[in-house]
């Protein structure tokens, strides 16, 4: 399942590179429809992503009070992922049901004019993925709320996997560029599992001293993310979307 969702995370970025060429109405009539199809496939890899996070916080040394919560609240996720894990044949009925959707999304831009896919329209769709990054970065930085910081990380994770499509990895510049994206919608991914957890924290019936021990570990641990991530992020985006754009376009035209 969660390859499935990856390639359509992946799908959906190459559609955005194609934007213009395939016009505006069949964009959205097709990212909405592989949209639709990643979001009935979600329930097994969140439950897990929550565990794994939730674990992970446990290998730093803060126990007591903050160790008893953790240990509550594993508890709680477990038996969630459980029975998502039980519910995984409405997920397969699902899969089925998304086929004929895939394939005609698929036919569709099987069947476009290759034309309105050369280079001047990709680096429309590069350029337009960047400066929203960019746009999203601002925000963020005005105002780190959940959604801003979301924003960031869904338009981040487009712009790497546009560039893996585009930029030779064996140019250096490109290379370093693409793993910076990379651990950068990693980084801002780890909040978001942060900040579900928390809610998670927040909802469980915990005693109330390991409550707040658990969540003041989450809130100290997303603050040192976001400050990872925002560092790297200036780095980054330094560019102003036509420079960056260009200089990825030209050496993907001259490789």
């Given at each position: 399942m969660h390859a499935v969702r990856k390639e359509l995370k992946r799908t959906r970025a190459m559609l955005r590179l194609m934007r213009a060429g395939l016009g505006e109405r069949a964009y959205r009539r097709d990212n909405a429809e592989l949209r639709d199809v990643a979001r009935s496939l979600s329930g097994v890899r969140d439950s897990r992503v929550l565990l794994d996070t939730l674990q992970g916080l446990s290998r730093h040394r803060d126990g007591g009070a903050s160790g008893a919560g953790r240990a509550d609240l594993c508890k709680q996720l477990r038996c969630e992922h459980a029975c998502a894990r039980r519910l995984l044949h409405d997920e397969?009925?699902?899969?089925?049901?998304?086929?004929?959707?895939?394939?005609?999304?698929?036919?569709?831009?099987?069947?476009?004019?290759?034309?309105?896919?050369?280079?001047?329209?990709?680096?429309?769709?590069?350029?337009?993925?960047?400066?929203?990054?960019?746009?999203a970065l601002r925000r963020v930085r005005t105002r780190p709320s959940t959604e801003n910081l979301h924003e960031l990380r869904k338009q981040t994770k487009y712009l790497w996997h546009q560039l893996q499509a585009l930029a030779p990895p064996r140019d250096r510049r490109n290379g370093a560029c693409i793993e910076a994206t990379h651990r950068l919608s990693d980084l801002l991914g780890d909040d978001h599992n942060l900040t579900v957890l928390r809610h998670k924290a927040l909802e469980a019936p915990l005693k109330p001293g390991a409550r707040q021990r658990l969540l003041a570990r989450i809130d100290a641990e997303r603050a040192r993310r976001i400050r990872q991530a925002l560092a790297l992020a200036s780095r980054t985006f330094r560019d102003p979307p036509a420079v960056f754009s260009a200089r990825v376009m030209h050496r993907a035209a001259r490789d």
């Open positions: 397969a009925a699902a899969v089925e049901q998304a086929r004929p959707v895939l394939r005609a999304v698929r036919d569709r831009l099987a069947s476009g004019d290759a034309g309105g896919y050369r280079w001047p329209v990709l680096e429309t769709g590069l350029r337009r993925v960047y400066a929203r990054a960019r746009h």
